[in-house]
């Protein structure tokens, strides 16, 4: 999209800010889901396969949300552990991740009181970084898990 030049002293309108946002990706975000992926015991797990249920802009959404434009980000991701052998007094761990890096953790030991888990937190990303969710869980046994992540961009 292409901006007009300003002059000094121009009221910018609500089309305006509509177009800058547009221009800068601003407020604009994608979601994914996983609707099941079993989750090996004792074992750091990359949610995969992902499907877009939100992304009009045309993200990559393949292995995580991969972001279109540098800049602040919100993302937020519900976990659902759906099925397997989710033991008391095991742990889970939860992990946002982008470009190496942990943004947000959620680190439970007593699994069967409250497995389900939903976290956010906002990071400075580079365009071409891809928001991922991490799972761990040690019950014993594999568990199943289903995932919806977002991202959005703040500024």
Do not use: H
Not at 87 to 92: E, F, Q, V
């Amino acid at each position: 999209m292409t901006i007009a030049s300003v002059t000094a002293g121009t009221l910018i309108t609500e089309a305006w800010g509509n177009s800058v946002a547009d221009a800068l990706n601003v407020g604009r975000f994608a979601s994914v889901t996983r609707s099941s992926q079993t989750v090996s015991n004792n074992s750091n797990t990359s949610i995969t396969s992902l499907t877009a249920n939100y992304d009009p802009d045309g993200w990559s959404v393949s292995t995580g949300i991969e972001v279109p434009t540098t800049g602040v980000y919100l993302m937020a991701v519900q976990i659902d552990w759906s099925g397997g052998t989710m033991a008391s007094n095991k742990r889970i761990i939860s992990q946002i991740r982008a470009a190496g890096t942990t943004y947000v953790e959620d680190d439970r030991l007593t699994a069967s009181s409250t497995p389900n888990v939903a976290i956010s937190g906002t990071g400075y990303l580079t365009s071409g970084n891809v928001v991922s969710v991490l799972v761990y869980q040690n019950s014993g046994g594999s568990s199943d898990v289903t995932v919806n992540l977002s991202a959005y961009r703040l500024q």
